[in-house]
């Protein structure tokens, strides 16, 4: 006497709101559990439509960037660009580090890989463009990357488009020298240093410091991001 039940008490059942399941959330995280339904391993493991079709639609957009690129490759050399070549012939290891220091006053990488590139191929003026060529290429790749990883595939996509167009960017994937080389270095530094603020993790850490070293082995600006 004096007391009062609850209908939900004398039923047996619990509060409304405790008895729905929130079906949006995995209910097995083993099996994979959504909505009452259990997916299979195959299921699992079908890539994402929406990755696939943003690497697709990269993949394109590189080919557009190739082929907008291919003719610059005749354009020839001008005077930065022969002073390249020229200051990389050192016939030892003294050499070469003595023409860097003295007539080119920066970071000795890019010339290193040239170097590497003219011994192995020799110097025809448009297999010395290849190495631009294809570090400007990879620069699109890593600004969708960056864009995927800080916003969206969307705005990566968008990113990758512009790199693509752009009239800087196609110019100077043709020029010998660090220019596009530091730019792709300081654009996965940035890709990198996005991962590793949102998860953590020794690989990212590390892949960050390597990116780093290198872009401020390429060239002085580096130094502005480490």
Same mark, same amino acid.
């Given at each position: ?8 008490? +004398? ?8 008895? +729905? ?5 995995? &209910? ?13 391993? /195959? ?29 610059? $490759?005749?354009?020839? $050399? ?8 020229? #200051? &990389?012939? @050192? ?6 580090? #003595?023409? &860097? $220091? &003295?007539?080119? #006053? ?15 191929? @020799? ?14 290429? $990879?620069?699109?790749? /890593?600004?969708? =990357?960056?864009? +995927? ?11 990758? !488009?512009?790199?693509?167009? !752009? ?33 953590? @993790? ?10 780093? =070293? ?13």
């Amino acid at each position: 006497m004096g007391t009062s039940s609850s209908p939900n008490c +004398e039923t047996g059942r619990l509060p409304q709101a405790t008895s +729905e399941i929130d079906r949006s959330l995995p &209910i097995d995280p083993i099996f994979g559990v959504s909505g009452g339904q259990r997916l299979s391993w /195959a299921e699992r493991l079908k890539p994402d439509r929406q990755v696939v079709k943003g690497w697709n639609a990269l993949v394109v957009m590189m080919g557009v960037g190739f082929f907008l690129r291919l003719p610059l $490759l005749s354009l020839g $050399l001008w005077r930065d660009e022969a002073a390249t070549i020229l #200051n &990389i012939r @050192g016939e030892t290891i003294a050499e070469f580090f #003595n023409n &860097i $220091l &003295i007539y080119e #006053n920066s970071p000795p990488g890019f010339f290193l890989l040239m170097g590497l590139w003219v011994r192995c191929f @020799g110097t025809n003026d448009w297999v010395v463009k290849i190495p631009a060529l294809a570090i400007g290429l $990879l620069l699109i790749q /890593a600004v969708y =990357v960056l864009g +995927e990883t800080v916003c969206s595939r969307k705005i990566g996509l968008m990113a990758a !488009a512009f790199v693509t167009l !752009a009239q800087p960017t196609v110019f100077y994937s043709q020029e010998i020298r660090p220019y596009g080389l530091v730019a792709l270095l300081v654009t996965w530094a940035m890709v990198f240093y996005v991962r590793l603020m949102v998860s953590g @993790g020794l690989r990212h850490w590390l892949a960050l410091v390597l990116s780093l =070293v290198g872009a401020m082995y390429v060239q002085y600006t580096g130094y502005c991001l480490g």
